[in-house]
């Protein structure tokens, strides 16, 4: 196998693009990534999308935005994993670099949400749940989402209140981010006082849904340095399933998803959670970014929210997340969340990230999860 | 929903039929043909009394297409009697008393409605145990 890299960035702002059609965002995150990497074509595109289909009456996406960009005749394919799909696509086009198939790749995630009604985005969300035995009954992607944070205070001891630091610092890091869509910070108090949309989980809790798309450009490191001067390695890339309804795992706090792909992926860069610098997790809910710190090994169980309480999240905590305001305030298009979060991460990596860097970071890690823990993706990348 | 949809999941929406696993007897709902403790092949249907206890809930006041005429209802995951956890709304009970433990039985309800022409598809909600 060979070490890949990434060799180009490129990103939308996140928020309404009303003006702005799916396939010219998902052209324009992917033009500005060929900028960034001083490249003029690629050997092959994969998208990463989960709702162009119902949303937009678009599927056959990834040719459409290869012959909307000029590049007729490449490889070029869509990848679908519900909200993992950005980070699924990323994983397929590692495999063929790491294949020695292509040399020159590009992942774009891409996902247009807001031309739609709210109902229609809800219906569209709860789709990464089981249809039959979870939407069927009326439960939305949120309502199982509230469920388990119902559940892990129960179980823990913990109240609503208890969960703002996520949300808090997601916000105050957003302000730093110019692609963010909600750049304001939130108060305590503005937190504590949201009305609920899936009791307990209230606008705070939950990400919003736009528009948006990333990319990243990957070539093999050993031709790096031809595109980019601060090549970022890919050191692992890992992806595990569980179940897809939330009610058929052993214990819906688990998410073991999250667990076997981190572990997976610790074990194949020779790395545990002490050796990682900062983490981008998966905060469509604040509790799922409790279950991803605890699934990690970043804290125990029920300590994931602890480490919010204790501000060991934040930029120079002990495990900075969400640096760039993450899914809650840089936006959640929903197939693009896993791509931002990658291209997140290598501007961090690059030093690259302003007013949010995480001082002296080396080893940055990425978990996008699909549905409520039924696909996971986790990414570790390095400063080479 | 489409009509044949509808017809073949009947027995698990309307009676709680799930499966029984031969080889290490774990209660199955919903029906999968694959035991997911042992893995064995569990095809032996198997009817569930229908009574449990709630092990969370959330009122939802953002509901998907098809739902919104109830809004706000609200959901819980069920623990079975027999051991699985089942999701579905619960009903013949104020929001504001639903409390994780509470004793609840199935009943057949409407679930949602497609439109005002279309199909109203009926299944299984769950209500506190009447003493």
């Given amino acids: 196998m060979r070490d890949v890299s990434i060799v180009g960035l490129g990103q939308t702002p996140v928020g309404e693009h009303w003006d702005t059609s799916l396939r010219e965002l998902g052209f324009r995150a992917l033009e500005s990534a060929l900028k960034d990497a001083k490249a003029e074509r690629v050997e092959a595109l994969y998208v990463g999308n989960m709702l162009s289909g119902h949303l937009t009456g678009q599927e056959h996406i990834a040719a459409l935005i290869a012959d909307f960009a000029g590049l007729r005749g490449i490889e070029a394919i869509k990848i679908e994993a519900a909200c993992a799909s950005g980070a699924a696509a990323l994983r397929v086009g590692y495999a063929m670099v790491a294949g020695g198939l292509a040399d020159l790749v590009a992942v774009v995630g891409v996902e247009k949400m807001t031309d739609q009604a709210p109902e229609t985005v809800t219906a569209a969300m709860s789709m990464g749940v089981d249809a039959d035995y979870e939407a069927m009954q009326g439960l939305t992607h949120m309502g199982v989402g509230a469920m388990l944070m119902r559940r892990y205070m129960h179980e823990h001891g913990f109240k609503r209140e208890d969960f703002a630091n996520f949300a808090i610092t997601a916000h105050a890091n957003a302000a730093g981010n110019p692609n963010a869509m909600y750049r304001s910070p939130i108060s305590a108090r503005l937190f504590n006082e949201a009305k609920p949309i899936a009791d307990p989980i209230s606008m705070f809790d939950s990400a919003p849904a736009a528009d948006g798309a990333a990319c990243v450009i990957l070539a093999p490191t050993e031709i790096a340095r031809e595109f980019s001067d601060k090549p970022v390695r890919i050191r692992a890339s890992a992806v595990a399933t569980d179940t897809v309804a939330a009610d058929d795992r052993r214990d819906p706090l688990y998410l073991e998803a999250a667990a076997i792909s981190a572990q997976k992926a610790f074990a194949a860069a020779g790395l545990g959670p002490d050796d990682i610098d900062l983490l981008e997790t998966h905060d469509a809910f604040t509790i799922l970014s409790a279950l991803s710190l605890e699934a990690c090994g970043f804290a125990p169980r029920g300590g994931g929210v602890r480490l919010a309480q204790n501000g060991e999240i934040g930029l120079r905590g002990r495990i900075p997340i969400t640096t760039m305001g993450g899914l809650k305030a840089r936006g959640n298009p929903v197939g693009a969340a896993g791509l931002y979060q990658i291209v997140e991460v290598a501007q961090q990596m690059r030093g690259d990230a302003g007013v949010n860097q995480v001082a002296n970071a080396r080893l940055g890690m990425a978990q996008n999860i699909g549905g409520t823990g039924g696909t996971v993706v986790t990414t570790i990348l390095e400063r080479l | ?131």
């Fill in chain 2, 1 to 131: 929903m489409e009509v044949a949809r509808y017809w073949r999941t009947t027995r698990q929406r309307y009676q709680l039929v799930g499966e029984v696993c031969p080889n290490c007897s774990g209660k199955i709902f919903p029906p999968r043909d694959v035991c997911p403790t042992c893995e064995k092949e569990a095809k032996t249907p198997f009817a569930f009394s229908g009574v449990g206890e709630v092990y969370s809930y959330s009122t939802v006041y953002q509901a998907a297409a098809g739902y919104e005429k109830a809004t706000p209802y609200t959901v819980a995951m069920i623990r079975l009697a027999e051991g699985p956890l089942v999701s579905a709304q619960l009903t013949d009970i104020d929001d504001k008393d639903v409390a994780i433990g509470m004793p609840v039985e199935m009943v057949t309800r409407v679930l949602r409605e497609d439109g005002d022409r279309g199909m109203l598809v009926y299944g299984y909600k769950f209500r506190p145990v009447m003493v």
